[in-house]
């Protein structure tokens, strides 16, 4: 009895297997007349289809790393311009630095030159008082034979320091020729003659 209960049931499940197999036969049969008829290989397009699923997973694959390597050269290169623009930024403070310098450098050089022309001017005006003191101390016949000896320009230079009565001194003591060529080249001391009104004043007001 349980011998034609499995017989039984074994022969369900091979008419359920059998009604799902043929009409998936039945309908690959089709298919295979439908390529036939139009001229298709069943074979190749069913290898074709393979080989296209597996192309188009590759190209969805190389087009993923490839969208990760563009990324990845953004990335880089949005680097690269922040380095670029922060040496940028030091070069301009750099720029502004070395010119600042350069600006302390010309204002310490024309200091240096302002100290350097007032100290030759202090000096020159040292030198021309010991001039003046000296020939101014000296023995007029002394003096002009000195004078007699210079060329007339330094000539000129030494005597106009001094004021009037010693010029009139040395003159006098002089060679003649030396004496005329040198007159023209005198020039008054302002020194001497406003000393010199402020006496004739002085005298004029305590007079009778």
């Known amino acids: 009895m349980e011998e034609t209960k499995h017989t039984g049931f074994g022969l369900k499940l091979l008419k359920i297997f059998l009604a799902i197999l043929v009409p998936i036969l039945f309908l690959l049969l ?4 439908f390529f036939k008829l139009a001229g298709l290989d069943p074979i190749t397009e069913a290898k074709s289809l ?3 699923n597996e192309t188009t997973s ?3 694959h190389a087009a993923s790393g490839g969208s990760s390597q563009t990324a990845q050269l953004k990335a880089e290169n949005a680097n690269q311009n922040a380095t670029i623009k922060q040496l940028q930024s030091e070069n301009a403070k750099l720029a502004d630095q070395v010119a600042q310098l350069k600006n302390q450098l010309k204002q310490a050089q ?3 030159n302002a100290k350097n022309t007032q100290a030759k001017s202090q000096a020159a005006t040292a030198r021309q008082a010991v001039y003046a003191q000296t020939y101014k101390t000296m023995d007029p016949a002394k003096a002009g034979a000195i004078f007699s000896k210079l060329s007339v320009q330094q000539a000129a230079e030494y005597i106009n320091l001094l004021d009037d009565k010693t010029k009139a001194a040395i003159l006098e003591n002089m060679d003649v020729n030396k004496a005329a060529a040198l007159t023209p080249l005198l020039k008054a001391n302002t020194a001497s003659s ?3 009104s402020g006496t004739s004043t002085t005298t004029t007001t305590t007079s009778p």
Do not use: P
């Open 58 to 60: 590759q190209g969805q």
């Open 50 to 52: 393979i080989f296209r």
């Open 30 to 33: 089709l298919a295979a007349l």
């Open 194 to 196: 406003s000393t010199a």
């Open 110 to 112: 024309n200091d240096a």
